[in-house]
Every structure is written in C-alpha cells, then in structure tokens.
C-alpha cells in the first residue's frame, strides 16, 4: 500500500459451500413431502438443544412453517444469499449457540468461540457479531473480551475515562472492539481528519509502524488538549487506544461473519441431517472429518461406513442416514473409485471374486476396504476376508487354490469393541 499498489485478499469461505449444499438437499426434501401424499416412509429432524439429540418434527408443522420460505425458490436460483429471509433471532437458533452446541458452524466452533459465546449468554444476532470481534487478537489481548464479558454480567462498572467516550464506547461497555471505534476516538478526543483517524488504526492494527505511532501520538496528545483535555488524561487515552493492538476487525466484517455464522447454526437446527452431511462433504472447516463424524454421531445421526454396493463417491444422505462415501477410505485410488461406482451401474458386487474380477483393485485397497466395513455386505466377517484376501493375491489371484486353504481355517468375526 504504502507503494501506490492495491492489495486484495480473496478469501474462500467453505461454509458458503456448506450452506449452499444443505439448501439444496432440504430443498429436495420439501418438495418431495409436498408434491407426494404419502409421507409416512419420511422423517423430519429438529435438534433438540436441551437433550443434544435428534427431535421426530411433525411433517404438517414442518410444511406449513413460514420460518423457511427460501424452500419454494426454484431450485436453480438458490443461493446462500436466500437466506437473508430467515428469523434474526430465532430463540432456538440462539440456544444452539448459547450452549456451544455450535460444531460445524462457520467461526463459532473453536472451543475458544463456544466458550465465549456461553459467558457471554448471547441473546441475539448482534452477540454473534460482538463475539466475532471479540475473539480476534485485537480485542482479546487487549483484555477487553474479559472486561466485556464481567461488564456485560454487572460484574464490573462500566467505567470511561473521560465523558467524550460514553457515546463512542457504550455499546461495546466503554471498550474498544471495532477497528471503526480507534478511528471515532481519534476524531472526537484530538480533533483528527478521517484519513489522519485512518492512519491511525493502520498503524495500530496492521503494521504497529513504531516511527509512525511515535508522530501520530504527538499529534493526538496535542489535538487532545486544544479540545480541553488535560496532558495526563490524552495520555491515558491514547494509552487505552494502542491497547487495541494486533488484528481486529472492522465492524462490518464482523457483520459478515456473524450473519453467515447464525445462517449456518439456523441450518444445524432445523435441517441437521442435512447438514452434517454437507459438513463432512466439504471438510468441514476448524476440526479433523473425524470429529465432525463423531459429532453427528453425538446428535443422534445414524452414519454408516463404506459400502461398496450403497456408498457413491461423498458422503450421501438416504432416509435419514448417512452413508460414508467411498473418498473416506485410506489409498483407495480415484480411478479404483469411479471403477467401482461403474460397475456397481451395471449391477451390485455378488460376493469377493465378482468384485476383484469386475474392478480388479490392488491388494492394499482390497485390505483397507475390508478394515472399514466397505465389504461388509458381501461378507460380514471380517477376519475371514483379511485372510482370503492375503491368500488370493499371494496365490496369484488363484480362486480355487484360496477356497482349498480357506476350508482349513476358522476365524471369528469381529466383535463390537473390535471393529
């Protein structure tokens, strides 16, 4: 910048992928339930925040409810943007993110995010969007997350170190949380131009250019008392300022991530298994796949693993399961992968030989399929297979020499604990 160049950061945001998806499959759903009569084979989940499990919805509830109008919009013109019709503050929605139930959910699942938001006791949107700006290390180091926190509990007076700042500060309980508010203080206290207040937050918030907040101090203590303060309290108000120090967040980019955070906790409420299955399809986001995995699990989603004649490439969702997709397994191989989607069109895998003669995979992928249960519908135990399969390739592929050396051992299966 201080070249005369331009500088853009393009951010990829997945939960915009993540919410896109999920519309389009609560879309698919709404439309089946209102265009067939017989919906007694269907189900319909809300997340029942107090018991952290799955709530059975009642389907002429879930039809006529106005808080989803975004359903009856073609489905080629769906965007993320469709949800800005949704309730602001939706209780349910707010209780989600009050009891840090919000795993999965853009900018509000790191165990730093959900604890803040439960000590704060958010109430509505606007707490989403304080709490986006107070995480941030301009905010937080500064220790007016904690000062906020025990303020906005009557646990500590709002205290201001001089009446000019009351009106700049008292939404925020008399601290700094907004890049904006560096600017606002500037103005007010010392008399600063915009783009001198602007020089001023840059040089706070990014660069913490020491040669630059040297002359911009002398400026403001200056400006300061020609507008009546005394020198002690200018210098205590710019020591205040450079507080803020790090990276914080203007107030509409906390804006922006609060509103996607609450659409994306609106969506884990009232369409969760919808949208465990575009979480996992898109990486979700702070967390391993692992644990988002563990977390539909903990909701009460049913997930089962690989299967070789149900699972397609993602994860899918079919009457209220989640099947694992094939990408998931460990050194399967993209072309092994489409191999089996293609032979599988043409009709489902018999048994162990019809799979290795139709898609002829390497010994590694065959044993890691097997270890996940993508096998399992040919043959439910396990061990047997891990040994046919070490026989078969070790025997050169050889079907009739494996059944004759199958026919002297006997293996369990594998119990619960050790699958």
């Known amino acids: 910048e201080p070249l005369g160049l331009v500088k853009m950061d393009l951010l990829g945001v997945r939960s915009l992928s993540i919410i ?7 879309k698919s759903l709404y439309q089946s339930l209102k265009g067939n009569g017989n919906t007694s084979s269907t189900s319909v989940f809300r997340y029942d925040v107090k018991r952290c499990a799955l709530h059975k919805e009642d389907l002429h509830t879930y039809l006529t409810a106005q808080k989803f109008p975004f359903l009856d919009i073609a489905r080629e013109h769906l965007s993320p943007l469709d949800l800005r019709v949704i309730p602001e503050n939706d209780s349910n929605v707010i209780a989600l993110l009050r009891n840090g139930l919000s795993m999965g959910c853009f900018q509000t ?20 969007i304080t709490a986006v700006a107070l995480i941030r290390p301009g905010a937080a180091d500064s220790g007016m997350k904690d000062a906020y926190i025990e303020r906005r509990a009557g646990l500590k007076k709002v205290e201001y170190i001089h009446s000019s700042l009351k009106s700049l500060l008292e939404e925020t309980y008399g601290g700094i949380v907004y890049q904006e508010q560096v600017m606002q203080v500037a103005v007010e206290v010392a008399g600063f131009s915009l783009s001198q207040a602007d020089v001023l937050r840059r040089a706070m918030t990014k660069s913490r250019d020491h040669k630059t907040l040297s002359g911009l101090q002398k400026l403001f203590i200056d400006g300061a008392t020609q507008k009546g303060l005394s020198k002690p309290q200018a210098n205590q108000i710019w020591q205040f300022l450079n507080n803020f120090v790090g990276y914080g967040f203007n107030k509409a980019h906390a804006c922006t991530y609060g509103v996607i955070a609450y659409q994306t906790a609106f969506l884990k409420y009232y369409f969760p298994v919808q949208y465990m299955t575009a979480v996992l399809n898109n990486q979700g986001g702070f967390y391993s796949r692992a644990a988002y995995i563990a977390e539909a699990r903990r909701m009460g989603i049913r997930l089962l693993p690989p299967d070789i004649n149900r699972s397609a490439k993602e994860f899918t969702l079919r009457n209220d399961t989640i099947f694992t997709g094939l990408d998931c397994v460990y ?31 390497r010994q590694k992928e065959v044993e890691n399929l ?8 040919l043959q439910p135990n396990e061990p047997h297979l891990l040994l046919k399969n070490k026989l078969y390739f070790r025997n050169k592929r050889n079907r009739n020499l494996t059944e004759s050396l199958l026919q002297q051992v006997r293996l369990k299966p594998y119990n619960v604990y050790q699958r």
């Open 20 to 26: 896109t998806d999920c519309l389009q499959s609560a």
């Open 109 to 128: 699942e790191s165990p730093a995010m959900r604890g803040l938001l439960k000590k704060m006791q958010i109430e509505g949107m606007d707490d989403v």
């Open 331 to 361: 050194e399967l191989t993209e072309k092994s992968t489409e191999r089996i989607l293609k032979e599988r069109s043409k009709s489902p895998f018999g048994d162990y030989y019809d799979f290795m003669q139709r898609v002829q995979p």
């Open 370 to 377: 097997i270890k996940c249960g993508a096998l399992r519908s």
